[in-house]
């Protein structure tokens, strides 16, 4: 059963106490994303915010390139798991099916698709260097990772999912997504961002995991040019980064992070 709090109740037992109790565990579900009647992906998702998640997918996977390609979604929760039907126009769905000819093969790497080693970087890199016109302050940072873990109730409540928050330049969380999945929660986070319009506007993406090179990649594709990580920095996302334009924090704690690329997006 599957329901909007992103959790469900199940029997646990304690050890050593070998005592049971009633626990909450974050609820998993596949979600196939179906672009005009072609399923093209199934993720394994929390079931929330599911919209957004289709969104922001669409978007840093360059299935459309605007939000207006996006003519329509439909939400259907299916025996085996949950449907999300997108309609996008003829011209992007043209786009998708060529890419989708290139397939040699599944994979779980989030590379599928791609035809050479340019298309790995993204146009972002190839074309426009991000830029910005702000600076955030390490007080800022802080200001955030200390109300990040409060407005994470499903965290609080089953201890198994990721957040993604959007931050404004001075700390402020506006709002978080969760998800089991990090790239899922990020992909929430920028089709939420997308969605509000948010879209050039001063901040900053908070994770709670660590910062892989299609972290920073989606984020280059959505705009966004300050990426802040509770945990490390793979060196293909700090490559990604510096090449991107992108100012990259990782091991963020309090009184403490550390700066990989283009520091200028931070204030001395």
């Given at each position: 059963?599957?329901?909007?709090s ?10 050593p ?10 609820q ?137 928050a ?12 969760e ?36 972290m920073?990649?989606k ?17 293909l996302?700090?490559?990604t ?28």
């Amino acid at each position: 059963m599957v329901s909007n709090s992103g959790y469900s109740g199940c029997q646990v037992e304690l050890w050593p106490q070998a005592q049971r109790k009633a626990d909450w565990v974050a609820q998993e579900r596949a979600v196939a994303l179906v672009y005009n009647g072609i399923s093209h992906a199934v993720m394994m998702a929390t079931p929330t915010d599911l919209e957004v998640f289709a969104i922001g997918f669409s978007l840093t996977e360059g299935i459309v390139e605007k939000l207006s390609e996006i003519l329509d979604i439909e939400i259907r929760v299916l025996s085996l798991g949950i449907e999300v039907a997108l309609t996008i126009t003829t011209e992007a769905f043209f786009n998708l099916k060529r890419r989708r000819r290139a397939l040699l093969g599944p994979t779980g790497c989030g590379l599928c698709g791609v035809e050479s080693l340019q298309q790995v970087w993204g146009k972002r890199v190839e074309e426009a260097p991000l830029q910005r016109d702000f600076q955030i302050a390490h007080t800022a940072i802080e200001t955030a990772l200390e109300h990040l873990e409060s407005m994470q109730p499903l965290q609080e409540i089953s201890g198994a999912v990721h957040g993604a928050a959007w931050c404004d330049v001075t700390g402020r969380i506006l709002w978080v997504n969760e998800d089991v999945g990090r790239h899922n929660a990020l992909d929430k986070l920028i089709g939420e961002y997308y969605r509000r319009d948010y879209q050039g506007q001063p901040g900053f993406a908070l994770i709670s995991s660590r910062a892989s090179f299609e972290m920073v990649q989606k984020c280059t594709r959505a705009g966004i040019a300050v990426l802040v990580a509770v945990s490390a920095a793979t060196s293909l996302a700090v490559e990604t980064a510096q090449k991107a334009g992108l100012t990259l924090v990782g091991f963020a704690r309090p009184n403490r992070h550390v700066i990989y690329s283009h520091s200028d997006g931070i204030k001395p």
